[in-house]
């Protein structure tokens, strides 16, 4: 099994919305990673995860909030987003960090 | 910073010609990788090189790693229009410090 698997694929929230993104990684990989891209940008990195702690976070807005329960699942919660922070959100996962990164699909974040 | 910078930012071929792109970073490195992007999509590994090497070719992909210019080119031979994607690359620090992508190359390959 080689695939990183995102859910929702799509969320419209209000800015008083608290909700959640999921992401699940059967390959035994120990390092995962959240990533945001907005249009015609590069994916910015957000959060990494190594050995299910926290290892870098990009100075992100606490209005994210990463959480890793286990080696294969990791979250993103969200509570009072901006409309600026609409954009496609892509979770990573490598065997080891700064080996090769498999993505899931991304969930596309809308904020009214 | 990692941060790897493509040139050119947008590249457009004919189907069969080859298309190079190039990638430019800071410090010293690990490894470098190339990915690619479809629209609206995850990205896809494709190739990852180390800094010890100074070639590496899968299919019809070649990348080069030239570590004193720190620079990387990443070569795509008879192209179909199926390559038409974004490609990044991401230089990743010699301790396994993540990684940054750079702004991408847009190609688009034309029938």
């Known amino acids: 099994d080689t695939e990183v698997t995102q859910t929702p694929k799509h969320l419209v929230m209000g800015m008083t919305n608290k909700k959640s993104l999921k992401c699940e990684q059967h390959?035994?990989?120990?390092?995962m990673y959240w990533y945001k891209q907005k249009a015609k940008k590069p994916p910015e990195l957000m959060f990494v995860?190594?050995?299910?702690?926290?290892?870098i976070n990009e100075s992100v807005p606490s209005r994210f909030s990463p959480e890793c329960p286990n080696s294969s699942l990791l979250n993103l919660h969200l509570h009072a987003l901006q409309p600026e922070d609409s954009a496609l959100y892509l979770c990573?996962?490598?065997?080891?960090?700064?080996?090769?990164?498999?993505f899931g699909e991304g969930s596309r974040l809308t904020v009214l | 910073s990692q941060q790897g910078e493509e040139d050119p930012q947008a590249l457009s071929i004919q189907e069969g010609e080859n298309a190079t792109m190039n990638c430019s970073y800071k410090t010293s490195i690990n490894n470098l990788q190339w990915y690619r992007q479809n629209s609206g999509r995850g990205l896809v590994h494709l190739i990852l090189?180390?800094?010890?090497?100074r070639e590496k070719h899968s299919g019809r992909l070649r990348v080069t790693l030239d570590t004193s210019k720190k620079s990387s080119s990443l070569l795509i031979t008879a192209s179909r229009a199926a390559d038409t994607a974004s490609y990044f690359c991401?230089?990743?620090?010699?301790?396994?410090?993540?990684?940054?992508f750079g702004p991408g190359t847009r190609l688009s390959v034309l029938p």
């Open positions: 990573a996962s490598s065997q080891v960090r700064g080996g090769e990164l498999f």
């Open positions: 995860y190594s050995y299910e702690k926290l290892s």
């Open positions: 090189i180390r800094s010890n090497e």
């Open positions: 991401a230089a990743v620090g010699r301790y396994g410090q993540n990684f940054v």
């Open positions: 390959m035994g990989h120990r390092a």
